[in-house]
C-alpha cells in the first residue's frame, strides 16, 4: 500500500470522526437521552460507576446499518 492511499484513509476517517463528534454535539444540544434510554444498564455504588448503554449501541447499530446501506446503494448507481 502505498503511502499517498494511507494518508487518504486517515483524511477519511479524521473526516469521519468530525461528522460523528458533530452528530453527538448536536444530539446532546437537542436533549436526545443517548446512553439514558430504558434498557441501558447503570450501576452506580459508592466510590464506582459502570454502564452498559445496550438498547443505546442497539439503536446507533440499526441506524448506521440502515444510513450505510442507503449510502452504498445511491453509490453503486
Given at each position: 500500500m502505498s503511502l499517498e492511499t494511507i494518508a487518504r484513509m486517515v483524511i477519511t476517517a479524521g473526516v469521519g470522526l468530525i461528522v460523528v463528534g458533530g452528530i453527538l454535539l448536536l444530539?446532546?444540544?437537542?436533549?436526545?437521552?443517548?446512553?439514558?434510554?430504558?434498557?441501558?444498564?447503570?450501576i452506580q455504588r459508592e466510590n464506582f460507576t459502570c454502564a452498559f448503554p445496550v438498547v443505546t449501541m442497539i439503536l446507533?447499530?440499526?441506524?448506521?446499518?440502515?444510513?450505510?446501506?442507503?449510502?452504498?446503494?445511491?453509490?453503486n448507481r
Open positions: 444530539a446532546a444540544r437537542a436533549n436526545i437521552p443517548l446512553g439514558r434510554l430504558p434498557g441501558d444498564i447503570l446507533v447499530s440499526i441506524l448506521l446499518s440502515v444510513g450505510l446501506n442507503i449510502l452504498v446503494r445511491l453509490l
